[in-house]
Structure formats: structure tokens, C-alpha cells
């Protein structure tokens, strides 16, 4: 299938409700999140899109987070993003797990990074991160402090080093409270 017959496979079947695109290798399909799973299921059962290749989210501030999943199909060789949006004030999506039991892992990881919740999800329980770890270190507002609280190894900068030329003010990541780190 090309993309074109993929798009009207998409409107044919849900209508406005959908919306695509032409994508490098397929289309990007975005649905409302009440179509989530159906749209999931008719990749899988009417296009053919058998094998699932990942899962993951988007931090889109304002506009809350995109969640899009990658499906191919292997017998008609096409591909398909299919992506839509959760409020980030309650971001949570039903589990894509009984169409794709491959989703599993990937819910998890999307569910510790940006806390979106799977509603369905048969375990989700952390997968990546420490115990006792706050917070969700893929959203836009979390606070990567590494670079704060260790000296980066490679000098970018003329001084950085620690070498040669005085080296230029500091500047912390945002959100980086003054005297925080190891120089404080």
C-alpha cells in the first residue's frame, strides 16, 4: 500500500475524526485518545501493520504530551505512526498491551520518564529508574543537574579545562537553585 491508500484506509474508517500525513517510509496518523486502541487494532487487523517496533512519549509543554507508537507491516512492507495527545495535567491512555503484547516494556519506560498512566496496563511498575527515584526525568521541566553536580569530562569551551584561558561564568541548567553542586 502506498500512502495515499493508506490516508483514505484512514478517513474511509474513522472519518475527521483522524488526521494524516505523509511520513518517510508511511503515513502519521493522529486520533483522538478515546480511539487510541481501535486505531491500534485496525493497523493490526486491517492494514496488515503485524509487527510493533516501539512506544514512546513527546514532551509538548503547553500542549501536553504526545504518545506514538511505530508499527510495520511485514507482508505489505509499510509503515504507520500512529500518535495522539494526553492532557499533561492528567495524562493517561489506555494500554495498548492487548493489541501488542510488545507495548509492555515501553508503556512502563513512557509511564517512568513522563508519568503518563496506561490505564489496563498488567504491571506497571518501574523499570529503568532506582527505588525511592522523584519525579519523571523526560518531561521538559525536570531538572538535569549532572552537569551541576559533576564537571562535564570534555572541555567545549576556551577554559572549561581547567587549562589556558579563564573560563567564562557558569551557567546552570534552569530550575538549578544558587548554590547547588559541587563548587557551591
Do not use: Q
Not at 142 to 151: D, E, G, I, Q, T
Amino acid at each position: 500500500m502506498n500512502a495515499a491508500d493508506l490516508a483514505e484506509a484512514w478517513t474511509g474508517r474513522f472519518g475527521e475524526e483522524v488526521t494524516t500525513e505523509e511520513s518517510f517510509g508511511g503515513i502519521s496518523v493522529g486520533v483522538p485518545v478515546e480511539m487510541w486502541v481501535e486505531a491500534l487494532e485496525f493497523a493490526r487487523d486491517e492494514l496488515g501493520c503485524d509487527f510493533f517496533d516501539w512506544l514512546t512519549g513527546v514532551d509538548e509543554v503547553d500542549e501536553g504530551f504526545a504518545i506514538v507508537a511505530h508499527v510495520y507491516s511485514l507482508e505489505r512492507r509499510h509503515h504507520l505512526l500512529i500518535r495522539t495527545r494526553v492532557p499533561r495535567e492528567a495524562p493517561v491512555l489506555p494500554s495498548a498491551v492487548g493489541v501488542f503484547r510488545g507495548a509492555n516494556w515501553h508503556e512502563r519506560e513512557t509511564h517512568e520518564m513522563f508519568g503518563v498512566v496506561f490505564e489496563g496496563h498488567p504491571n506497571l511498575i518501574p523499570l529503568l529508574l532506582p527505588d525511592g527515584f522523584e519525579g519523571h526525568p523526560l518531561r521538559k521541566e525536570f531538572v538535569l543537574a549532572a552537569r551541576v553536580a559533576k564537571p562535564w569530562p570534555g572541555a567545549k569551551e576556551p577554559g572549561e579545562s581547567g587549562h589556558g584561558a579563564p573560563s567564562r561564568r557558569r551557567v546552570r541548567p534552569p530550575g538549578v537553585p544558587d548554590g547547588w553542586g559541587p563548587n557551591a
